[in-house]
């Protein structure tokens, strides 16, 4: 549901007690806004109509016109921080909506110490494609709530491990990155963003699924996300990581710079 006073449907600014939820076939996005910019905003806008192009449908706005409609929401409703949906309803309603939802950004203490996570047995249908999976999210929800999780990491079939129920995910082992491939995930803006800066750093990065028996043998786990940026794993169920391994400080430190960097340039 939308927070703060205004929500825009098609190309309408209108108060969020006129909103009504899309049903039918939709795809979305949640970007983040960080001193009034709409972060990585192009590479949203590609994965947004990658999807579509996914279920061989198209979406009948450019990308300017969507960075518009974003900025529009930003300034109606005086927000500096925050997360946006924006979605398009292809089937029956075929609009376009975008609002500020509800956000949980980890604190300080969080990024240093880790977080705590656990398996979920589960697959998504169409990795690949954003969009709405219920039953994925309720089991996902359930779950967190009851077990006091940050995040719960899927296991699809022979035990190999995918990525978080809204994250991507990172294995360390030795010298290198290990990470799924794209096929077999949402490949995440963040995700994008850390392979990039590790590209720079000579940080060796292995696309493969690590299966649930090799999680004793790895040395420190990540999340990539929107929210949690980039956040340290210190637990998946009973077995412990090192959060503080100089690897995972290097690019949580080098992925602000990259959020700084882009809000400097979009500001200048």
């Known amino acids: ?14 108060p969020v007690d006129a909103y009504t939820p899309n049903f ?9 806004v960080i001193n009034g910019v709409p972060l990585f905003i192009d590479d949203h806008l590609q994965r947004f109509t990658h999807s579509a192009w996914l279920l061989h449908l198209e979406i009948p706005l450019t990308g300017h016109e969507v960075s518009e409609r ?22 029956p309603c075929g609009r376009f909506q975008a609002y500020f939802i509800p956000h949980h950004y980890p604190d300080a203490e969080l990024v240093t110490k880790g977080v705590s996570c656990g ?5 998504r249908y169409d990795p690949n ?30 035990g190999l491990i995918t990525e978080g129920s809204r994250s ?17 995930i949402l490949p995440g803006i963040t995700r994008k963003k850390v392979i990039e800066i590790a590209g720079r750093k000579g940080i060796a990065v292995t696309y493969r699924m690590v299966n649930e028996s090799e999680l004793p043998s790895m040395q420190a786990v990540f999340i990539t996300g929107t929210s949690p940026k980039v956040l340290p794993i210190l637990s ?6 090192k959060p503080a391994l100089p690897v995972v ?17 979009s500001q200048a």
């Open 70 to 91: 974003l900025k529009s929401l930003i300034q109606a409703n005086r927000i500096e921080t925050g997360n946006i949906r924006f979605s398009w309803c292809f089937r």
């Open 119 to 123: 398996l979920l047995h589960a697959e």
């Open 129 to 158: 494609v954003k969009a709405v999976q219920a039953n994925l999210r309720e089991m996902a929800d359930k779950l967190i709530r009851e077990e006091g999780w940050y995040e719960v990491i899927l296991v699809k079939e022979g």
């Open 1 to 14: 549901m939308p927070i703060h006073s205004f929500f825009i449907q098609d190309d309408l600014i209108l």
């Open 249 to 265: 400080r290097e690019l949580v430190d080098a992925y602000d710079q990259e959020i700084e960097a882009f809000i400097r340039e």
């Open 168 to 184: 991507n995910l990172f294995f360390v082992k030795g010298n290198e990155l290990i990470t799924a491939p794209d096929e077999d």
């Open 236 to 241: 998946i169920g009973k077995l412990e990581f």
């Open 24 to 32: 039918g076939i939709e795809i979305y996005e949640v970007i983040r």
